[in-house]
Nanobody, 121 residues
């Protein structure tokens, strides 16, 4: 099994910062693309940021310049540094990773349980 454990969510004031972390554990040979998604209340889940195994990043236009995604391959973790937070950033944030379980297998997608981020005015 592969498990993703998220941490770092919470309640902050507008303009504040939060750092989300996601640690993958279990049967992991390697990790490919890792990313963060979010789902605001009453809306569809959307991509926030992704980072490739080579370190290439991509961000949603709404978070460019404010959020930064990073990964630590030695620890099998991906993080999202969130700065200058706005009320519209309020959502449940989900970690997503593409996991290769062995040298003989392909990749499978796994999702974290979600962590609530609430930004007050």
């Amino acid at each position: 099994q592969v498990q993703l454990v998220e941490s770092g969510g919470g309640l902050v004031q507008a303009g504040g910062s939060l750092r989300l972390s996601c640690a993958a554990s279990g049967s992991i040979f390697s990790l490919n693309v890792m990313g963060w998604y979010r789902q605001p209340p009453g809306k569809e889940r959307e991509l926030v940021a992704i980072i490739s195994d080579g370190g290439t990043t991509n961000y949603a236009d709404s978070v460019k310049g404010r959020f930064a995604i990073s990964r630590d391959n030695a620890k099998n973790t991906v993080s999202l540094q969130m700065s200058s937070l706005k009320p519209e950033d309020t959502a449940v944030y989900y970690c997503n990773v593409l996991v290769r379980k062995s040298i003989m297998s392909g990749y499978d997608n796994y999702w974290g349980q979600g962590t609530q981020v609430t930004v007050s005015s």
